[in-house]
């Protein structure tokens, strides 16, 4: 079956870049999708499309696409930006829906 | 404004079934699919499947099939989802959510969820 892959874990500094990477055969042709997860906290939508910022989300996050990779970027990274972030995308090979395997960012 | 809010925390024993519900609000519930996702404690996100509240239309991940039927009561505007057979590997978190847009468009992202639902299998 298709996988997004992740790295397991990020970490940075107050105020600096994270960048964090998912990878995917099919990421060329299909849209990916960003989610940020609080702990106890259902996910929420950050980025869509690959680069598109739904209404509410900070100007520090931000989405890119490069052939089998999309990058999810957090500029000048908060405290309250720690949490997982799961990438997401379509598996046409049966409709159904993948996510990744979640990035743990750690603000340091 | 829009939500999905889900029914409370629950508890059950291997081999029985558990039966969770989505009441969707401040939106025409039949325009949108309502899709299911869980979350194993300390794990990621999995779907689940979805089912279209239109015509009742359903699919299901393959990990699922056979053991999870999603039904809806458009008349209360809420839809059900149900596992059978629990095993303690089924304990999580289930989620509903709603698409993004209100067209059938595979991978679509899920701008709406619910609060989730606490399932735990333990005998």
């Known amino acids: 079956s298709y996988e997004l892959t992740q790295p397991p874990s990020v970490s940075v500094s107050p105020g600096q870049t994270a960048k964090i990477t998912c990878s995917g055969d099919a990421l060329p042709k299909q849209y990916a999708y960003w989610y940020q997860q609080r702990p106890g906290r259902a996910p929420v939508l950050v980025i869509y499309?690959?680069?598109q910022r739904p209404s509410g989300i900070p100007e520090r996050f931000s989405g890119s696409s490069s052939g089998t990779k999309v990058t999810l970027t957090i500029s000048g990274v908060q405290a309250e930006d720690e949490a997982d972030y799961y990438c997401q995308s379509a598996d046409t090979s049966d409709s159904s829906w993948v996510f990744g395997g979640g990035t743990k960012l750690t603000v340091l | 404004q829009v939500q999905l809010v889900q029914s409370g925390a629950e508890v059950k024993k291997p081999g029985a079934s558990v039966k969770v519900s989505c009441k969707a609000s401040?939106?025409?519930?039949?325009?949108?699919?309502i899709h299911w996702v869980r979350q194993a404690p300390g794990q990621g996100l999995e779907w689940m499947g979805w089912?279209?509240?239109?015509?009742?239309?359903?699919k299901y991940a393959q990990d699922f099939q056979g053991r999870v039927t999603m039904t809806r009561d458009t008349s209360i505007t809420t839809a059900y989802m149900e596992v059978s057979s629990l095993t303690p590997d089924d304990t999580a978190v289930y989620y509903c959510?709603?698409?993004?847009?209100?067209?059938?468009?595979?991978?679509?992202?899920?701008?709406?969820w619910g609060q989730g639902t606490v399932v735990t299998v333990s005998s």
């Open positions: 401040e939106y025409t519930f039949t325009d949108y699919f």
């Open positions: 499309q690959d680069s």
């Open positions: 089912i279209n509240p239109n015509t009742g239309g359903t």
């Open positions: 959510a709603r698409p993004q847009r209100d067209e059938a468009v595979t991978g679509d992202a899920f701008d709406i």
